[in-house]
């Protein structure tokens, strides 16, 4: 089935690095432009960045700007989020999810999401 | 970043028709596009509503979207228990380039 699976998250420091990993199986990975999103605790979703489906094209967030970068590796179904000099305010649940069409059409695919907590 | 604006909560009994309207601008709402998402507790937002109006398959007809000027609107109709949830608006906006999330709405069926 259509399924997105997160890994990567866990505890950092401020100042910290690190990876996340997205792992798409059940559709054409390569064919669809791809997305993270946060969410921290009792909040709703934040957007992070998208990358095109062919990797070319990316756009962050103001929050995350300059600090994470967003990259895929279509040949093995995966999406990734490199987080650096993390903050506190970067606490959440981080989650890839699918494009449905293009930009326009919404997310029909979501991952559970991998939790990332920053703290010292 | 902006944000959407919508109402932090709404309320109906069973059977009733509610409405959650969503705020934007000219760049995103009023050009672009908007989408509504569910999300139950403990799980991942679902897509309702895509381009506006478009229901995705698998959504009950109960639910649907519409446009006016800057705004969005998502309609619930036959309310049921199993719709208290929050929901979510979202857009791209074609200026900044970015996706923008309303803060939410939760739904109480009373």
């Known amino acids: 089935q259509v399924q997105l699976v997160e890994s990567g998250g866990g505890v950092v420091h401020p100042g910290g690095s690190l990876r996340l990993s997205c792992v798409a199986s059940?559709?054409?990975?390569?064919?669809?432009?791809m997305h993270w999103v946060r969410q921290a605790p009792g909040k709703g979703p934040e957007w992070v960045a998208v990358?095109?489906?062919?990797?070319?094209?990316?756009y962050y967030g103001d929050s995350v700007k300059g600090r994470f970068i967003i990259s895929r590796d279509n040949s093995n179904n995966t999406l990734y989020l490199q987080m650096n000099s993390l903050r506190p305010e970067d606490t959440a649940i981080y989650s890839c999810?699918?494009?449905?069409?293009?930009?326009?059409?919404?997310?029909?695919?979501w991952g559970q999401g991998t939790t990332v907590t920053v703290s010292s | 970043q902006s944000v959407l604006t919508q109402p932090s909560s709404v309320s109906g009994t069973p059977g009733q028709r509610v409405t959650i309207s969503c705020s934007g601008s000219?760049?995103?709402?009023?050009?672009?596009?908007a989408n509504w998402y569910q999300q139950l507790p403990g799980t991942a937002p679902k897509l309702l509503i895509y381009?506006?109006?478009q229901r995705p398959s698998g959504v009950p007809d109960r639910f649907s979207g519409s446009k006016s000027g800057t705004s969005a609107s998502l309609a619930i109709s036959g309310l049921q228990s199993e719709d208290e949830a929050d929901y979510y608006c979202?857009?791209?906006?074609?200026?900044?380039?970015?996706?923008?999330f309303g803060a939410g709405t939760r739904l109480t069926v009373l």
């Open positions: 999810a699918k494009e449905q069409l293009s930009r326009y059409y919404g997310w029909d695919v």
């Open positions: 059940g559709f054409t990975f390569r064919s669809y432009g």
């Open positions: 990358i095109s489906f062919d990797g070319r094209i990316k």
């Open positions: 000219i760049s995103n709402i009023g050009s672009a596009t």
């Open positions: 381009a506006y109006d």
């Open positions: 979202a857009t791209w906006d074609d200026s900044l380039n970015v996706v923008l």
